[in-house]
């Protein structure tokens, strides 16, 4: 495998698919198109595409070693996945509840700019538990 194929599997992979699955999933969302089973696929699909370019370029080679803790990373995928499924359905319920006069979210905004507003919240808390994670011993 060339050098400079090898550096963009190492290094481009991933932002250039979860971008490309994320630019999917909000066309998908103007366009109309079920939020079930599309979103699910192709996050599924992301996933996958990543993992089988990890095997052939893993950015670290001993993170392909097995350390016995396959059973501990789905639990903990689990559990984050569905905590963030179970507390974008409590927010937006609750979003529903509150009288638009009080409301602190920006509702007009287009789509994009509300999407993005979510994401840099939800990736920085996301961030600030991982990095509490390694300080809790």
């Not at 079920?34 to 089988?52: E, F, K, N, Q």
């Not at 999407?115 to 994670?133: C, G, K, N, P, T």
Request: hydrophobic share 55%; aromatic share 12%.
């Amino acid at each position: 495998m060339s050098t400079s194929l090898r550096f963009a599997i190492r290094w481009l992979s991933y932002p250039l698919v979860f971008g490309s699955c994320t630019a999917f999933m909000i066309w998908a969302l103007y366009a109309g198109v079920p939020y079930w089973p599309t979103t699910p696929i192709v996050a599924a699909a992301g996933l996958l595409l990543i993992a089988g370019l990890e095997r052939i370029q893993p950015f670290r080679r001993a993170w392909l070693e097995d350390h016995q803790d396959t059973l501990t990373d789905l639990l903990h995928m689990l559990v984050n996945l569905s905590v963030i499924q179970f507390t974008a359905e409590f927010l937006a319920k609750l979003g529903d509840a509150v009288p638009a006069s009080v409301r602190l979210f920006p509702i007009e905004s287009p789509l994009w700019l509300q999407l993005l507003l979510v994401a840099a919240v939800l990736d920085s808390s996301l961030y600030m538990m991982h990095r509490i994670s390694h300080r809790v011993h």
